[in-house]
């Protein structure tokens, strides 16, 4: 398995929660964590450790691998926040008495770390031969990736965050912390947890921060811009301009298909559950003629995908699938084409009539003139029903009067 070139692991933890130390087990206090994150000789306790400890009532994880740090604290000139690159001691002992108060108040604890494979920072020059770092980049992707994670977690204006970068392992890492002095969370009334508050954040929440820490660092801008414009425009639109009655080679196959789908025209889109049937049919249209016509485009565009995909799979480790979900994307999107010209076509198509052609215009007019007749015919009848019947009152009304 691919060995992934950034890491994103967080947790949270509660204003009660406990932590191991020499002594026992003791409320951990957000004042001295801005500590432990300010210090150069933090060690990691491996996930067995963490395991061992993990069944406190007091602390909730969220994620599968969180980092934890111990010992005394010592300064280091690398931490960082918002708008400030590098924290002065003043900054530093202003942000721990913010994280007391938020403490006090009740707010959660939320811990962060962004962790790199070192050979990736080399490839992409932030770190040098001889291990120097470019911290710059490394802290404006963490300051992106928090404002994001603090949007979508929707905090408001008392939430503060803390960041440190540590080199003290095998792999340079990014730790952040941030709290909200007055807490924005909900309480949970019921369960296991009644009384705390709610911190988890939703897996599409990391999902977005990891992302827009990454996409920080490395700018695939330029190749997916590329691959968009393959899609979009050498082989989507001029394949909208098609006219499907003229493409020879699949004429059979669109009379089949046409023949076959849904007389409700509202259910041709290639994703509805009543085009199922039809997928296979429709792929096949649109794939030969895309061979035909485009072939030089999309074996540029699959091998674009390819090498985004193995550039994720380096980034991300494990399996990824990207070019297969991209390819599937645009079998979609043609397939719609298609429909959607389909209907434009063969408009005349009647589906009570399958296998009989289409209605011709001479059979409308007819049909047409047969009921207008008959609607004047029927109107004439009324009216000379009701002529006659004015005739026998007038008859009636003459004999009255001539007897008398």
Not at 58 to 79: A, F, I, M, V
Not at 91 to 108: L, T, V
């Amino acid at each position: 398995m691919v060995k992934p070139a950034i890491v994103m692991m967080s947790k949270f933890k509660t204003p009660n929660a406990k932590q191991p130390s020499a002594s026992g087990w003791q409320v951990i206090n957000y004042d001295k964590y801005v500590n432990y994150m300010d210090r150069q000789d933090a060690k990691e306790i491996s996930e067995y450790d963490l395991e061992k400890h993990s069944n406190s009532r007091e602390t909730h994880w969220s994620g599968n691998k969180t980092l934890t740090y111990l010992g005394d604290p010592q300064k280091t000139n690398n931490t960082f926040t918002k708008g400030t690159p590098s924290l002065s001691m003043a900054d530093i002992e202003s942000m721990k008495g913010y994280f007391a108060r938020a403490q006090e108040n009740g707010s959660p604890l939320w811990q962060t770390v962004f962790s790199f494979d070192n050979a990736f920072l080399k490839q992409q020059g932030y770190l040098s031969e001889d291990g120097k770092l470019n911290d710059v980049p490394i802290k404006h992707a963490t300051e992106n990736a928090m404002t994001v994670f603090m949007e979508e977690m929707g905090f408001n204006d008392t939430a503060r965050w803390v960041g440190a970068i540590h080199y003290n392992t095998d792999n340079i890492h990014v730790h952040v912390a941030l709290v909200e002095a007055e807490s924005s969370r909900e309480i949970i009334e019921s369960g296991k947890y009644k009384g705390q508050r709610k911190a988890k954040a939703p897996k599409g929440t990391f999902k977005k921060t990891r992302s827009t820490f990454t996409n920080t660092l490395v700018d695939r801008s330029q190749e997916l811009t590329r691959a968009s414009n393959l899609a979009r425009n050498q082989i989507r639109e001029p394949f909208k301009q098609l006219k499907l009655k003229r493409q020879v080679s699949v004429r059979g196959q669109i009379k089949e298909l046409v023949r076959q789908l849904p007389d409700d025209r509202r259910l041709w889109r290639y994703n509805m559950n009543a085009m199922a049937p039809f997928r296979k049919q429709i792929d096949a249209i649109t794939e030969r003629l895309v061979d035909q016509k485009y072939a030089t485009a999309l074996s540029e565009l699959k091998l674009l995908y390819r090498q985004e995909e193995s550039f994720r799979k380096r980034l991300y480790g494990g399996t990824n699938n990207y070019a297969e979900k991209q390819l599937s994307t645009l079998k979609a999107s043609l397939g719609n084409v298609l429909l959607t010209n389909l209907k434009k076509e063969f408009p005349k198509y009647n589906p009570r009539e399958k296998g009989h052609g289409y209605y011709h215009p001479q059979k409308i007019l007819v049909k047409s003139k047969l009921i207008s007749d008959l609607k004047y015919s029927l109107r004439e009848t009324k009216q000379d029903f009701l002529n006659k019947e004015k005739y026998r009152q007038l008859e009636y009304q003459q004999g009255l009067d001539l007897s008398n």
